[in-house]
């Protein structure tokens, strides 16, 4: 028999025929469901499991009559009976069938074939009592991977967001308002302030770069009452095996459908935590959603502003859902960005009044900026109580630090009304041309150099050495400065000893002794009293030894041709003129030689003639 592989909807069929979606596994759920009955709770076996194949048939049946619509619609089929019992099926399971003679049978379960394992897993509203803080910072910065080497199914129009305006928002937003792994982000603003935009960012990074890393992660995008054209583009973006799509548009009426559809989708996050999956959640946007809450319950009391109570309740019970959860075996999270209108109506304005204190971050776009990206740098940004408990490396922590300050700085510094285009337009500058990742190791650069000076006295130029060319942690110079070897190291710099040269002595085998021996082997090999011992210059009347210039010895340094192998060549015969003759013309240390044998040929050859 072949399988087919769908999600199943649990419903719970009441008066009138009209049907109402339920977890069996909701204990308060299954009382409130059974009240008026004798034993005061609904019985498993009521519950009836409604098969659909595809996410996209929920938008054209209502959740109430889809018990009658199943066997109407090839895609929508009902269970056997007892099915939901036998399984434990939980709504949004998804779940593999096969057709038999009794009926539609279940065969597995997110990939499990025995009911008793599935009945066994852990349960949602059991390990939600308890959340960590989020502490993985998400690399969306690296979005410029794939302005660098676009995907092959990318469009052109989509990569052209990318490279005008996509890079340089994610490498903004990646330090300043970091987005964690686990994290509630709200993405606010006025329309057209570029929230949406932000969004299909995010999800172009998740689906080209983020999800090939990540195998076992999880994204469910849910769309409420969008354009029919956005709607489109959305779910072809979708369209990927680790991404599932719940979207209405517009024109999908009664508005109660928006409700529902975002309530499945809640379920299916809820069925991936369960799983152990860690799992993004997208909604797009708070607003709508609001409205699809008031418009559906018209009968409710109406608050300022002209929304039901429960517009402005229900919406909460979808931002709980993000966080860690310790209490699951494999402590899964769950990553929430939700869009949601500011700066707008009376109307628009007052779910996300409500959801503000909420949430951890906030994107926060304005149409008052002239330039792109539209962002309020003034009240926008991660808590600072919650970076604080990041997993931030030690540069990390700093450069978010300088980062903060840097921009405060500009824009107009502490005692002064914060000027907030111009600490966006330092973002702007900074970021424009260079990833967080190279800012920060200038940045770092610059500080190690600074405390070099300050800390040991050492000049300007050997401190750039120090740290730009040998590339020492202020630790390591600490040790070699501790260990007396100040004044050597600026004499070894200046003599342009390389860091290969005494690698030994950063590690464990720090000695004085070793050190100077090193500096005695580099004078001897490659200073130019070295070169100019090996050639046996003349010495002046006091007997010292006359030094070559270095326009005679940087050559040979260049070419790594030490002062022993120069005395090799002059001792079979070859003057030092002429070594220095063939390093001019490109000779190094293993054809010096041969060029040497081929130019002395050369001037046989030519007094033979005459």
Excluded at 231 to 236: A, M, P, T
Excluded at 268 to 283: A, I, P, Q, S, Y
Aim: include cysteine; proline fraction near 4%.
């Amino acid at each position: 028999m072949a399988r087919t592989v769908g999600y199943v909807i649990t419903l719970h069929q009441r008066m009138r025929g009209s049907a109402v979606l339920i977890d069996p596994r909701d204990r308060a759920e299954l009382i409130e469901q059974g009240m008026g009955r004798k034993d005061g709770i609904l019985p498993l076996e009521e519950i009836q499991g409604v098969f659909v194949t595809s996410l996209a048939i929920l938008r054209q049946i209502t959740l109430e009559r889809l018990l009658q619509a199943a066997g109407h619609f090839p895609d929508v089929k009902l269970l056997k009976p007892g099915e939901v019992a036998r399984w434990g099926l939980r709504p949004m399971q998804q779940i593999e069938v096969e057709e038999t003679a009794e009926g539609l049978l279940v065969f597995s379960v997110e990939g499990i074939t025995d009911p008793e394992t599935v009945k066994a897993l852990p349960y949602y509203g059991e390990f939600r009592l308890e959340k960590d803080y989020a502490l993985q910072r998400v690399p969306i910065e690296q979005i410029d991977t794939i302005a660098k080497s676009p995907p092959a199914d990318i469009l052109p129009a989509q990569l052209q967001d990318i490279r005008e305006g996509g890079v340089l928002l994610m490498r903004i937003l990646s330090f300043f308002a970091p987005l964690l792994e686990g994290m509630f982000m709200f993405l606010s603003g006025p329309e057209k302030g570029g929230k949406s935009f932000a969004m299909r960012m995010v999800l172009y990074f998740l689906r080209w770069l983020y999800l090939s890393t990540r195998p076992d992660l999880r994204v469910v995008f849910l769309s409420v009452g969008e354009r029919g054209d956005e709607l489109g583009e959305i779910q072809r973006l979708t369209e990927h095996p680790q991404v599932e799509f719940f979207g209405t548009s517009a024109d999908d009426l009664p508005t109660s459908k928006w409700v529902y559809m975002s309530y499945l989708a809640l379920e299916r996050v809820k069925r991936h935590l369960e799983m152990g999956r860690d799992t993004w959640f997208l909604m797009d946007s708070l607003s709508r959603l609001a409205t699809g809450f008031s418009l559906s319950m018209e009968q409710e009391a109406r608050v300022t502003g002209g929304h039901t109570l429960s517009a402005l309740v229900q919406p909460r019970a979808f931002l709980g859902v993000a966080g860690v959860y310790p209490l699951h075996p494999a402590k899964p999270s769950c990553t929430l960005l939700v869009t949601g209108l500011r700066e707008s109506s009376k109307w628009d304005e007052q779910p996300t009044t409500q959801v503000l204190g909420t949430s951890v971050g906030d994107w926060y776009f304005t149409g008052a900026a002239h330039t792109w990206p539209k962002l309020n740098v003034a009240n926008g940004g991660t808590s600072t109580r919650n970076l604080s408990w990041v997993d931030f490396s030690p540069i990390e922590q700093w450069f978010v630090a300088q980062l903060r300050e840097k921009m405060s700085m500009a824009a107009g510094g502490e005692g002064g009304r914060f000027n907030a285009q111009a600490a966006l337009d330092f973002l702007i500058k900074t970021f424009r041309n260079e990833s967080p990742q190279k800012v920060m190791a200038g940045w770092d650069k610059i500080r190690r150099r600074n405390e070099l000076v300050v800390r040991f006295g050492m000049d300007v130029e050997t401190t750039r050495i120090l740290i730009e060319e040998w590339d020492l942690s202020l630790e390591q110079v600490q040790k070699l400065v501790d260990a007396e070897f100040g004044k050597i190291i600026v004499e070894l710099v200046q003599a342009g000893i390389t860091r290969d040269q005494i690698a030994d002595f950063l590690g464990d085998k720090l000695s004085r002794e070793g050190l100077l021996a090193i500096w005695e082997k580099w004078q001897a090999e490659w200073s130019n009293a070295g070169y100019s011992a090996a050639v046996g210059t003349e010495r002046t009347r006091t007997g010292e030894l006359k030094t070559l210039s270095s326009l005679a010895c940087d050559p040979l340094r260049k070419a790594k041709i030490p002062a022993s192998l120069v005395k090799e060549l002059i001792a079979e015969g070859n003057e030092f003129s002429a070594i220095g003759e063939v390093v001019k013309e490109g000779a190094d240390v293993n054809t010096v030689r041969e060029r040497l044998k081929a130019k002395a040929n050369g001037r046989a050859g030519h007094k033979a003639v005459h």
